[in-house]
């Protein structure tokens, strides 16, 4: 019996891959393991040429490599989530040789379904973790999206009301893509311990928050901004760790409203 068919790694077979990997030995494995399986598997040297291949043809898993020149795997995430199409809901797997929590909580934070620590070294395993990360994303776009606490329905539904369908619909692009923005932005001063950019990110967010009934969230970007006016950026970073996961839950409703908008 093969591996694939004793493991159930038969549901590879036929996948489209992308593969975004600076490191040859790395490209030559992974393809080497992924094609053994029965999967397709385009390359990209790098994060730029991932976003041009992205653009070109859609993938059934995106499998990125954190650490490549020109725009690093983080970013190349960042970018897929933020994406106002299907892409957005791409299964996205990070390759990684820094596996330890705050890497994992890195990945996770920009919207990574999981990852895969390097080096890879058992074709089975790797086909396993590849399907079962795929399938917890699966499941994840499955439920619907959870408003209960994240949006106050009063306000969302009133303003639905008084806009209409199609401005509603237009209005919900454009809050998904500020989110999206303010969600970079706020990480990134976060990480980088710039008051400036947190304060502005913060401001921009009370309002965006606010517009769709996002109260807690808009509160949270309240005192976000408060603490970066008072230069308290130990005091933002902390409360940043706190406000992102509540901006990712709004994030999701925004697209899963949209989606049931235009579909």
Known sequence: MS???ESGLERLKGMSILLAEDNVTNQLVATQMLQT???EVDIASDGAIALERLKERVYDVL???IEMPRVS?????????A????LAEAPVIALTAYAMQEHRDKIAKVGADGLIAKPITSIRQFGLDILSLMDGRRARSAKPAESAGLIERTIYDSLAASIGEEVMGELLTRVEADLASIRARIDTAAEEGDVDEMRGASHILVSVAGAVGAVRLQRHAEKLNRLANDQDMDGAAALAAEALPELDGVMR???????AKTA
């Open 3 to 5: 591996v694939e068919t």
């Open 37 to 39: 399986l029965g999967a």
């Open 63 to 65: 499998l990125i490599d």
């Open 73 to 81: 795997g983080l970013d190349v995430i960042r970018a897929i989530r």
């Open 83 to 86: 994406d106002s199409g299907p």
């Open 253 to 259: 409703f925004v697209i899963a409203e949209r989606k």
